[in-house]
């Protein structure tokens, strides 16, 4: 089977949860349009490193399954955070198990697969992971991550996409940001989720995942895309921030 067999699978799956209301269906439409930009983010990560042709496909198909738990997550809570929930990653791989999405793959490419889906949303890589996986779940965590901050950047300026799912419900004060996230970010450390209580400190997490890329490509598309400083622009606009934009950009062209 080539990979559009397995994205007509993925496809098909998405089908089953169509919402009743407009608004819910968003939700859905978004995290499966995400996917397939996700798919190409990784393709465009794997012509990067020269990955050979056997490894490619399972990183690619990972790549396409990451975030499966998301459906059954917001057609049973109608929220994505894990934390309020369920972990996507957990469920993902229970779904993928369960509807035999990766059925004519062989051993080991679909155990990589499930694995990588079971822990792409970990805060860290875990340490002394067989390398395809490692490969595999480095690839995939890129990936997402440089087609997250575009979809949220969408979200999370003043005035734009209003969808209190994807913004989390955090409060939108433009004045106002947690003085410990930007501390952990000076420190070069990841802001961790349950520290956000406004969509500053959003931002302040995104821009912290520049110090949780595996790629010289994903480095360098940062700095293309110029996230840091599109970010940086709906922040307040105050000495220590100007700081922190020079201390990121600094730190992706070095790395």
Not at 90 to 106: C, H, I
Not at 108 to 118: C, E
Not at 201 to 225: G, H, P, V
Request: no cysteine; hydrophobic share 40%.
């Amino acid at each position: 089977m080539g990979i559009e067999d397995f994205v007509q699978r993925f496809e098909d799956y998405v089908v089953g949860f169509v919402q009743e209301s407009a608004f819910d269906q968003k939700n859905i439409d978004l995290k499966r349009d995400h996917t397939l930009r996700v798919l190409e983010e990784a393709r465009r990560i794997i012509a990067s490193t020269g990955l050979p042709r056997d490894q490619a496909r399972p990183a690619e198909l990972a790549a396409l399954f990451h975030d499966l738990g998301r459906f059954p997550q917001f057609d049973m809570y109608k929220t994505f955070q894990d934390r309020r929930s369920v972990n996507h990653g957990l469920l993902g791989y229970r779904e993928l198990k369960k509807n035999d999405l990766l059925n004519s793959l062989g051993w080991p490419d679909k155990k990589w697969i499930l694995l990588t889906v079971l822990m792409h949303n970990r805060a860290k890589v875990p340490g002394g992971l067989p390398g395809p996986l490692d490969t595999m779940l480095r690839i995939v965590r890129d990936a997402d991550k440089l087609d997250v901050i575009s979809v949220l950047m969408a979200h999370l300026i003043t005035g734009g996409q209003n969808n209190s799912t994807v913004t989390l419900g955090l409060a939108d004060e433009p004045d106002r940001f947690s003085e410990q996230a930007l501390q952990q970010l000076r420190s070069r450390q990841m802001v961790r989720y349950e520290q956000m209580a406004r969509i500053n400190d959003f931002k302040l997490l995104l821009l912290s995942w520049i110090y949780d890329l595996n790629f010289a490509w994903t480095r360098q598309e940062f700095l293309r895309r110029e996230y840091v400083s599109r970010i940086v622009e709906t922040l307040p606009r105050s000495q220590e921030i100007r700081a922190l934009e020079q201390q990121l950009l600094a730190d992706l062209m070095s790395a």
